[in-house]
């Protein structure tokens, strides 16, 4: 089992519902990262918190907003989606300082119907 | 924005046999580099990494061949076992900061 839990494993939800994704990291680590990885495609970075501070969001759409109320913890929250947000939904974390690379969870596999 | 491409999507081999999973990027001062694989169901995994001032890494059954000139990366799997079909990502990292950047991965299957 990785360092990097994420809940939940499986998630459908509709188009009108809300709902959030949870992600834990136990490895002490100083900046966490949300995912997304859709069929065919490179893993695409959605947001980044180094240190709680959000510091990059690459024009992810309004419908997804992340939360990191502390280093070990991060939330993506989800409301009005669309079905092309069906993907697996991947958190990682990093020692920034430490020059390597992530260790990621094992996601959250996404169905928008 | 960065280019990190897999010369083939799908690789097939023998149990036993030895893979190369090959890996291209473009930015020419990206200085670091990981092997991932992710099994299904599974999130990326750490195989290894490699930084620019080596050209060769081994570790157990895996080494990562870097070469610089034609900013290519290649992964070689020794002997070769079931347990190692998964796709494969590279991922590099300029150093400007902690992102990386993922190659679309390569789906590697072993035949027993």
Known sequence: ?113 | GESVGLHLPTLSVQEGDNSIINCAYSNSASDYFIWYKQESGKGPQFIIDIRSNMDKRQGQRVTVLLNKTVKHLSLQIAATQPGDSAVYFCAENDGSGNQFYFGTGTSLTVIP
Request: proline letters at 5%; aromatic letters at 10%; hydrophobic letters at 30%.
């Open chain 1, 1 to 113: 089992e990785t360092g990097v839990t994420q809940t939940p494993r499986h998630l459908v939800m509709g188009m009108t519902n809300k709902k959030s994704l949870k992600c834990e990291q136990h490895l002490g680590h100083n900046a966490m990262y949300w995912y997304k990885q859709s069929a065919k495609k490179p893993l695409e970075l959605m947001f980044v918190y180094s240190l709680e501070e959000r510091v990059e969001n690459n024009s992810v759409p309004s419908r997804f907003s992340p939360e990191c109320p502390n280093s070990s913890h991060l939330f993506l929250h989800l409301h009005t989606l669309q079905p092309e947000d069906s993907a697996l939904y991947l958190c990682a974390s990093s020692q920034v300082q430490d020059g390597y690379g992530y260790t990621f969870g094992s996601g959250t596999r996404l169905t928008v119907v």
